[in-house]
């Protein structure tokens, strides 16, 4: 290394640093989209690490680590590593960060000791191949199982700097083998930053970046897997911290040893404080999500390098049989009858629902056939498949509930409140619900708290109501502690009639009594088989404010109805034997989650 060493002394010695200065307003715009965007990168990589571990391999004099340290939230160890020691002399010492001087192909660390390991133009400054491929060595043998290795620099060649060369998507590749690989690129050409006139350099940058041959640089992210079966969760519709997808088959596949990235949808990458999730772009029209999402996501997934892919959503079931040819093993999650969906869709014309309705379904059974396997939420999904499949019920997590206070004096000392937790939607009779909260507000001093996304109506107002937006999952069980009774009412439709929303059981296990229309019918029939609750008509106001006023006026039977309901969930309905049935059929259709399972290529 000693003569790439005085390689680099010569060329640094020749730099003209006011090149870098952001006093030119347009280099400064690329410099804040630089350090915005690996801020990103790395607190996403970082994120949910008590205690992270960050390497900044070529930091120079470690100016870096400022915004660094921000990234990493203050938190941990982060160590700066450079070969040229006279770069470290200048003012890293003076401003008291932790830096070394160390050859990055012989790096002075135990294997693995980080969390992260960053690259900011560093690989090209390094003009040997085989240099290159040794400082990548040992960059992987430091990083951690599970570790992200996060790449800024060149993309295409500077015909004005022939000390540097350009590291290219392909080479990264080959450099970090077995690593998932994504990336993006960014930084308009320098030469053309710096070349904006000073007071509208910002909008010309932003007009210049939109445009890709005039990015130079690329941003990539490498995560080093693990020695356990890798598994890529992919969502196109729901949130990343959907209970069924994060907190549920996520958390249990992780818990019995695989290994798990999660693929959603977001416009806020710390939705989730998890180093293995991977945003996706938001798309709220739905051809958006059929069509336009497809290379994006088939691309993003296949970038993981994933052993298994477990997918959520019908519009990706043409990617699905993609992600088969190239070897991968898919399971298809089912979580409502898409024919019966598909024939009550407010935007189809009925002509429309009824010749698509048998059409979609057949295209759902004859891709889920073909794939690995295919995982239903309910058995009378299953029941329209001819093919075999699992049931995997989407039950409470016995754990999120337990902390809530069931007892009799906890219960009524509570306010005269009761809830609706889930989506503000005309099928969910959100009129109903107001009109009969307005009816009970005159009669007695009581509230019914609505909490949730709103979609497709105005949010609910109205005597007696109040509308808290959407809550965490923390939120959630909380508003349930303070509750008295839960609302479950829905507007009769053919998905509806086989259905147990999942917010029938998270009443009962909160020790909740339940108030459910018997539009539901088979979450209506628990009610009554277990007596936990009343059942209702979805559309009588009048009924439903009955309902409401009967459990606060007799509190001592409508506790006695939650404890029954609390204890049905506990032996029959709780997530832990669906979290049995899910890594049974993993271990059938998947493989046991110890060793790495042979796959194509990504």
């Given at each position: 290394m000693s003569s790439e060493k005085?390689?680099?002394?010569?060329?640094?010695?020749?730099?003209?640093?006011?090149?870098?200065?952001?006093?030119?307003?347009?280099?400064?715009?690329?410099?804040?989209?630089?350090?915005?965007?690996?801020?990103?990168?790395?607190?996403?990589?970082?994120?949910?690490?008590?205690?992270p571990r960050v390497l900044d391999l070529g930091c120079g004099d470690g100016a870096d680590q400022d915004w660094l340290r921000r990234a990493m939230g203050d938190r941990g160890l982060l160590v700066g590593a450079e070969l040229r020691f006279e770069a470290l002399r200048t003012s890293a010492v003076q401003q008291g960060r932790l830096v070394v001087n160390a050859d990055a192909a012989r790096l002075p660390f135990a294997d693995e000791t980080f969390d992260v390991v960053l690259m900011a133009t560093m690989l090209s400054s390094v003009l040997d191949d085989r240099l290159r491929a040794g400082i990548a060595a040992d960059v992987r043998r430091v990083l951690r199982?599970?570790?992200?290795?996060?790449?800024?620099?060149?993309?295409?060649?500077?015909?004005?700097?022939?000390?540097?060369?350009?590291?290219?998507?392909?080479?990264?590749?080959?450099?970090f083998p077995s690593m998932s690989l994504e990336s993006r690129s960014l930084s308009v050409i320098p030469q053309l930053a710096r070349a904006m006139p000073g007071a509208r350099a910002a909008d010309l940058y932003r007009l210049a970046h939109r445009v890709p041959l005039f990015r130079s640089h690329r941003l990539t992210m490498l995560r080093k897997g693990r020695s356990s079966v890798r598994v890529v969760h992919v969502t196109s519709s729901h949130p990343p911290t959907d209970p069924r997808i994060y907190v549920k088959e996520v958390g249990t596949l992780r818990a019995g040893g695989y290994d798990v990235v999660l693929v959603a949808p977001t416009e806020d990458r710390t939705a989730v404080a998890d180093p293995d999730f991977s945003p996706l772009a938001?798309?709220?029209?739905?051809?958006?999500?059929?069509?336009?999402?497809?290379?994006?996501?088939?691309?993003?997934?296949?970038?993981?390098?994933?052993?298994?892919?477990?997918?959520?959503?019908?519009?990706?079931?043409?990617?699905?049989?993609?992600?088969?040819?190239?070897?991968?093993?898919?399971?298809?999650?089912?979580?409502?009858?898409?024919?019966?969906?598909?024939?009550?869709?407010?935007?189809?014309?009925?002509?429309?629902?009824?010749?698509?309705?048998?059409?979609?379904?057949?295209?759902?059974?004859?891709?889920?056939?073909?794939?690995?396997?295919?995982?239903?939420?309910?058995?009378?999904?299953?029941?329209?498949?001819?093919?075999p499949s699992t049931v995997v019920a989407n039950f409470p997590v016995l754990d999120e509930w337990q902390a809530i206070d069931g007892s009799w004096e906890s219960y009524q000392a509570r306010a005269l409140q009761g809830c609706y937790a889930g989506v503000v939607h005309p099928e969910r009779c959100t009129d109903a619900m107001v009109a009969a909260a307005g009816a009970l507000a005159r009669r007695r001093e009581a509230t019914l708290v609505i909490a949730g996304p709103v979609s497709d109506e105005a949010i609910p107002t109205g005597d007696g109501v109040e509308y808290v937006g959407t809550l965490s999952r923390t939120g959630v069980v909380d508003l349930l502690a303070a509750s008295r009774f839960g609302l479950v009412i829905?507007?009769?439709?053919?998905?509806?009639?086989?259905?147990?929303?999942?917010?029938?059981?998270?009443?009962?296990?909160?020790?909740l009594p339940v108030v459910i229309s018997e539009s539901l019918r088979v979450?209506?029939?628990?009610?009554?088989?277990?007596?936990?609750?009343?059942?209702?008509?979805?559309?009588?106001?009048?009924?439903?404010?009955?309902?409401?006023?009967?459990?606060?006026?007799?509190?001592?039977?409508?506790?006695?109805?939650?404890?029954?309901?609390?204890?049905?969930?506990?032996?029959?309905?709780?997530?832990?034997?669906?979290?049995?049935?899910?890594?049974?059929?993993?271990?059938?259709?998947?493989?046991?989650?110890?060793?790495?399972?042979?796959?194509?290529?990504?």
């Open positions: 005085l390689r680099l002394d010569e060329v640094y010695a020749d730099y003209d640093g006011g090149r870098w200065s952001r006093s030119n307003r347009g280099y400064a715009e690329l410099v804040d989209e630089r350090e915005t965007a690996l801020v990103d990168a790395v607190a996403g990589a970082v994120a949910g690490i008590d205690r199982p599970g570790g992200r290795v996060v790449v800024y620099d060149m993309r295409v060649p500077n015909p004005q700097n022939r000390a540097i060369r350009p590291v290219t998507r392909r080479e990264l590749t080959m450099l938001a798309r709220s029209s739905r051809l958006g999500r059929w069509l336009l999402s497809w290379p994006t996501t088939f691309r993003r997934v296949q970038g993981l390098a994933p052993d298994a892919i477990h997918f959520h959503d019908p519009d990706l079931l043409p990617v699905a049989l993609a992600w088969q040819a190239r070897g991968r093993k898919v399971i298809y999650d089912a979580h409502e009858s898409l024919a019966k969906d598909v024939s009550h869709k407010p935007y189809l014309s009925p002509w429309q629902s009824r010749l698509l309705a048998p059409v979609i379904g057949w295209v759902e059974s004859a891709v889920a056939s073909r794939i690995t396997h295919a995982v239903a939420a309910t058995p009378a999904i299953a029941a329209q498949w001819d093919f829905y507007q009769p439709a053919p998905n509806i009639v086989e259905a147990l929303p999942t917010k029938v059981l998270e009443y009962m296990a909160a020790g979450g209506s029939e628990l009610v009554r088989e277990e007596d936990c609750g009343l059942v209702v008509p979805h559309d009588d106001p009048d009924a439903l404010a009955a309902a409401m006023q009967s459990l606060l006026d007799d509190p001592e039977e409508a506790w006695a109805m939650g404890q029954r309901g609390r204890e049905a969930v506990g032996a029959r309905y709780s997530w832990s034997t669906e979290g049995d049935r899910l890594l049974s059929a993993y271990h059938r259709h998947v493989g046991p989650p110890g060793g790495r399972v042979t796959t194509a290529e990504a």
